[in-house]
T-cell receptor, first 111, second 112 residues
């Protein structure tokens, strides 16, 4: 079983729509969680951290469910510029250096 | 802040040739990571350096791969001899301590 699993998509949505997708992780001892964004032929970039109580960053909302071991990302009022691959990233102990990346969920926002 | 700098951006080489990828981490960062990304396997950690010392090289696929970090501002990833299955995008990332860090723009390697 992979450490981090994501629905690859693609999620094709019209501008202004809301899109949401999940990621599951296998290691119950995981401590830190992140969403990265990767544009085509570019490097991954940190989008946001995911906190236990859930958190928002503008149109983006991240949730963590430790009991079911999944993380979610919701994008409201989607823009064309939101088209990208979203990588779910999980980290172990606080001082653990190793990031485990999911394969990514592709989102395409159409005009 | 120039970010993590990788060179070359693209590399096309023939099977059997030696390939050297280069990385300049962000100044002041003490952790450096080499990743490989392919469609089939996604992003994989190859090796992790902390304070210029290799801490974990368990992700290095085989003896054909080697990495060095002679000082805090430079690292190399070498493949010798290269094979077509090594074709991938190789990313270098640096961070301060155990934070998530920042990726370079990557080197797109094609071995023919």
């Amino acid at each position: 079983r992979k450490e981090v699993e994501q629905d690859p998509g693609p999620f094709n949505v019209p501008e202004g729509a809301t899109v949401a997708f999940n990621c599951t992780y296998s290691n119950s001892a995981s401590q830190s969680f992140f969403w990265y964004r990767q544009d085509c032929r570019k490097e991954p970039k940190l989008l946001m951290s995911v906190y236990s109580s859930g958190n928002e960053d503008g149109r983006f909302t991240a949730q963590l469910n430790r009991a079911s071991q999944y993380i979610s990302l919701l994008i409201r009022d989607s823009k064309l510029s939101d088209s990208a691959t979203y990588l779910c990233v999980v980290k172990g102990l606080t001082n653990d250096y190793k990031l485990s990346f999911g394969a990514g969920t592709t989102v395409t926002v159409r005009a | 802040d120039a970010g993590v700098i990788q060179s070359p951006r693209h590399e096309v080489t023939e099977m059997g040739q030696e390939v050297t990828l280069r990385c300049k981490p962000i100044s002041g960062h003490n952790s450096l990571f080499w990743y490989r990304q392919t469609m089939m396997r996604g992003l994989e950690l190859l090796i992790y350096f902390n304070n210029n010392v290799p801490i974990d090289d368990s992700g290095m696929p085989e003896d054909r791969f080697s990495a060095k970090m002679p000082n805090a501002s430079f690292s190399t990833l070498k493949i010798q001899p290269s094979e077509p299955r090594d074709s991938a995008v190789y990313f270098c990332a640096s961070s301060l301590e155990s934070l998530t860090g920042q990726f370079g723009s990557g080197t797109r390697l094609t071995v023919v």
